[in-house]
């Protein structure tokens, strides 16, 4: 009995702090202003950028990021994978390149935008190799 209560709490502890990262990004706008949170728009090559690997396991799958960004933003992602098995939607890559085209125009990879629900740019950052801890003073030190 015991070991069964301890895997439950487990499993509530990892959904209650599981990450959802959107792929639309007026969806994510919608939700944003309706939780009256900022946005995390992330520009990432998940299958040939080195840094933006080390960001994922090193600051997103994070403890303290996951608590931060549970109670404070909307994650959306604009992957730009290259690998034939892990190519996106039409409809995600279009929308992933116009991403591009407003905010990332010299091709950043990762590129971090912290905005807000309207899609004002609050501030910018890419990979460091800082504590997740860290991490998260630096994105709360875009909100003015």
């Given at each position: ?6 895997l ?37 090559g998940?299958d ?7 960001l994922?396991?090193?600051?997103w ?56 629900s ?13 504590m ?13």
């Amino acid at each position: 009995m015991k070991k069964e209560l301890l895997l439950f709490l487990l499993l509530i502890g990892s959904i209650s702090y599981s990450q959802n990262w959107k792929t639309n990004f007026n969806e994510a706008k919608q939700e944003a202003i309706v939780q009256k949170k900022q946005i995390l728009l992330v520009f990432s090559g998940s299958d040939w950028c080195a840094p933006c690997i080390k960001l994922d396991k090193s600051i997103w799958q994070s403890e303290e990021f996951k608590q931060y960004a549970s109670e404070e933003l909307i994650l959306e992602r604009a992957d730009f994978p290259k690998k034939k098995q892990n190519e996106l939607e039409p409809v995600v890559k279009k929308q992933n390149q116009e991403l591009a085209d407003k905010y990332n125009r010299d091709g950043i990879f990762p590129l971090v935008i912290l905005m807000d629900s309207n899609g004002k740019v609050l501030g910018k950052t890419s990979y460091k190799s800082i504590m997740p801890a860290e991490y998260v003073d630096l994105l709360k030190s875009f909100v003015k």
